[in-house]
């Protein structure tokens, strides 16, 4: 038996010795106790039990799951509230007033909370991001695992891991940050970025033939992914006004002082972007390797003169 069982039970036992007390001594105050045992252990076992455990607990997709159960406790404490209310409060507008002058005192002498709990009712009416979501909000950057009503968790990266992967720690951000803060989603609606890759070479390389070699490697790998790229564009066009991008992938040329650069600019899924540069890299370095036309460039130093040295015997210097 699990704890929600037991839970269960004791909430079973408390009501039935409540109704056998209030059977054998009637009193207003005891029916009031026995409606709101009864109140609590119906949503105890409708919410706790039955939705939870036998229904949503069993969903294979994490993330409705994760949505469901957040619903599921929001519905069980709203019931209880509402029915304790009802229960014991006859004067439904001294209820209401009492609520105001809850909510007033709760935002005066806890302005920090109210705040959080703000940023956390914009977060789930507007919905600024979702669970998955790669965000970044003041300082922090990471995979939203979990939204609160007054805090937001995530899966931390960068920091001093380079190439938007995780450091293994967890950032609790107050969801008042929403409100003050620029927030960045990588994945609300477009799930991918443009990255880019530049490769120097030198001027007496073959640029006509690196700029084809780097361009089949990256339409290459870049091809699996342009679908649905193109798809989600094509959605985000119903919901923004957005200008329509080409999602080709291409390379760009730039003169320089001491070589030609050669930028690879392609899209990539936001959280796989530090591998496909990986790969895309490695099989530009393995391609242009094999040529002899193409050479990498690198950063030299021309020595244009040195300084006059005069040197003298050692007898001429003694003498002197």
């Known amino acids: 038996m699990n704890g929600r069982w037991v839970i269960l039970l004791f909430l079973s036992c408390a009501t039935a010795l409540l109704a056998f007390v ?4 009637p009193a207003a105050s005891l029916q009031k106790g026995l ?3 009864l109140a609590l252990t119906a949503a105890y076992l409708v919410f706790k039990i039955l939705l939870q455990e036998r229904i949503i607990s069993r969903i294979a997709r994490s993330d409705r799951r994760y949505y469901l159960l957040k619903i599921a406790s929001a519905g069980y404490i709203l019931f209880i509230l509402l029915s304790i209310s009802i229960i014991w409060v006859q004067d439904l507008q001294a209820l209401l007033f009492g609520f105001g002058l809850v909510a007033a005192a709760f ?13 956390g009712s914009s977060i789930f009416l507007n919905g600024l991001y979702k669970v998955g979501d790669r965000i970044e909000i003041g300082s922090k950057r990471g995979d939203v695992i979990d939204i609160g009503i007054l805090y937001t968790t995530i899966m931390e990266t960068n920091e001093w891991v380079l190439g938007d992967q995780h450091t293994g720690r967890l950032s609790v951000i107050p969801n008042s940050y929403i409100l003050t803060n620029i927030l960045n989603n990588y994945t609300r609606d477009f799930n991918f970025l443009w990255d880019e890759i530049t490769v120097p070479i030198t001027y007496n ?14 339409r290459k ?4 992914t342009r679908g649905i790229a193109e798809k989600e564009i094509n959605t985000m066009e119903k919901k923004y006004f957005v200008s329509r991008r080409s ?3 291409d390379v760009f040329l730039k003169l320089t002082d001491n070589w030609i650069e050669l930028t690879a600019r392609y899209v990539v899924p936001a959280t796989r972007r530090r591998i496909i540069r990986n790969r895309i890299s490695q099989a530009i370095l393995e391609q242009l390797a094999e040529s ?4 990498i460039a690198s950063q030299t130093f021309d020595i244009v ?16």
Not at 305 to 320: C, L, W
């Open 22 to 25: 209030d059977y054998t001594h």
């Open 292 to 295: 002899k036309e193409i050479k």
């Open 35 to 37: 409606l709101s045992a």
């Open 205 to 218: 390389s073959d640029w006509v033939k690196a700029r084809s070699t780097i361009l089949d490697i990256v």
């Open 221 to 224: 790998e870049a091809e699996a």
């Open 107 to 119: 935002t005066i002498s806890l302005q920090d909370v109210a705040k959080n709990f703000a940023g």
């Open 305 to 320: 003169g040195f300084p006059e040295i005069t040197m003298k015997r050692e007898d001429e210097a003694i003498s002197n």
């Open 247 to 249: 999602l080709e992938a």
